[in-house]
């Protein structure tokens, strides 16, 4: 069985502020894929990032990185110099290759504040 | 290159009518998704299509609900007779044979009255 648990489900924060969202993972198998999506206010779902569990190398992508840590099956997103549009909800998932579909945690609504 | 394009945006509809929602997937992606997202229950699968053949239809809630994929570029979710607690946004999203992460239509807003 797979599981994404995202404890945080809201953060506020003030503009120009770091911020970390949290993802934690539950899985049996030893090749897997992990995610983050973006859902703005205006409802899509925006594809950022996927990881591959044999590359633990974070990331960075402008003010986006993404920390991947298999020994603490963790993969947190951290926003830097947070900006009002950066303000969605995020959500981590989860594609492990003995099954066939897609988990997703339940969310974390991030909203910056001017 | 178009992304995944769903029809309606927005639908209102009255208690046991019948509700088709639409879903042209990215152009070359062979498997298309079906989901719910509710407050309640978040984001579910409905059901899933690989080459146009469905593989899983387990998060389907039951026979009211129906899909279909008749060609690799168009699938349909049917709801008869819709209910209340179908009220949902339904997201069609697709992926290709060379990439993992799933593309995500526009969403569907369903309300049921």
């Known amino acids: 069985a797979q599981k994404v648990t995202q404890a945080q489900t809201e953060i506020s924060v003030v503009e120009k502020e770091d911020v970390t969202l949290d993802c934690v993972y539950e899985?049996?198998?030893?090749?897997?894929?992990l995610f983050w999506y973006k859902q703005p206010p205006s409802g899509e779902l925006v594809f950022l990032i996927r990881?591959?569990?044999?590359?633990?190398q974070n990331e960075i992508s402008g003010r986006y990185s993404w920390n991947f840590q298999k020994s603490t099956s963790s993969f947190n997103f951290t926003i830097t110099a947070s900006q009002v549009v950066d303000s969605a909800v995020y959500f981590c998932?989860?594609?492990?290759?003995?099954?066939?579909?897609?988990?997703f945690g339940e969310g974390t609504q991030l909203t910056v504040n001017p | 290159d178009a992304g995944v394009i769903q029809s309606p945006r927005h639908e209102v509809t009255e208690m046991g009518q019948e509700v088709t929602l639409r879903c042209k997937p990215i152009?070359?992606?062979?498997?298309l998704f079906w989901y719910r997202q509710t407050m309640m229950r978040g984001l579910e699968l409905l059901i899933y299509?690989?080459?146009?053949?469905?593989?899983?239809d387990s998060g389907m809630p039951e026979d009211r609900f129906s899909a279909k994929m008749p060609n690799a570029s168009f699938s349909t979710l049917k709801i008869q007779p819709s209910e209340p607690r179908d009220s949902a946004v339904y997201f069609c999203?697709?992926?290709?044979?060379?990439?993992?992460?799933?593309?995500f239509g526009p969403g569907t807003r369903l309300t049921v009255t």
């Open positions: 999203a697709s992926r290709g044979t060379s990439v993992l992460e799933q593309y």
């Open positions: 899985t049996r198998d030893t090749t897997y894929y």
């Open positions: 990881r591959n569990s044999f590359d633990e």
């Open positions: 998932a989860l594609y492990g290759t003995s099954g066939s579909r897609l988990t």
């Open positions: 152009s070359g992606h062979n498997s």
């Open positions: 299509f690989n080459n146009n053949v469905p593989i899983d």
